[in-house]
């Protein structure tokens, strides 16, 4: 499956910005679809997934609270909706997917064999 990220950009503290990851394929109940993000001079780092259930994952408190994944199986699309951003949400975003992820290695990158190319958001104070 190919994935396409889009919906990054530059956006002031408090703001909003709802990413996209199209597939090229039917992903529900085939593939888990998870987030990750990689600051500059980061390591990539998870945060947040929707596993082949339908079940969501978000890596912390402050991302769960202010962050939304969805999936719309229509358009073969998981968003990510981001409220309330902070200059350390400045990343950038990937989406990726997998076919044998399952809940406990949601959060692994290894787990996910299919990338998308990459959004860049950027959360100006």
């Known amino acids: 499956v190919q994935l396409q990220a889009s919906g990054g950009g530059l956006v002031q503290a408090g703001g909003s910005l709802r990413l996209s990851c199209a597939a090229s394929?039917?992903?529900?109940?085939?593939?888990?679809v998870a987030w990750f993000r990689q600051a500059p001079g980061m390591d990539r780092k998870f945060v947040a997934g929707?596993?082949?259930?339908?079940?969501?994952?978000y890596s912390t408190d402050s991302v769960k609270d202010r962050f939304t994944i969805s999936s719309d199986n229509a358009r073969n699309t998981v968003y990510l909706q981001m409220n309330s951003l902070r200059p350390e949400d400045t990343a950038v975003y990937f989406c990726?997917?997998?076919?044998?992820?399952?809940?406990?290695?949601?959060?692994?990158?290894?787990?996910?064999?299919?990338w998308g190319q990459g959004t860049l958001v950027t959360v100006s104070s």
């Open positions: 990726a997917a997998g076919s044998s992820v399952i809940s406990s290695n949601l959060a692994s990158q290894s787990a996910h064999a299919f």
């Open positions: 394929a039917r992903t529900d109940r085939r593939y888990a």
């Open positions: 929707i596993n082949r259930s339908g079940g969501r994952i």
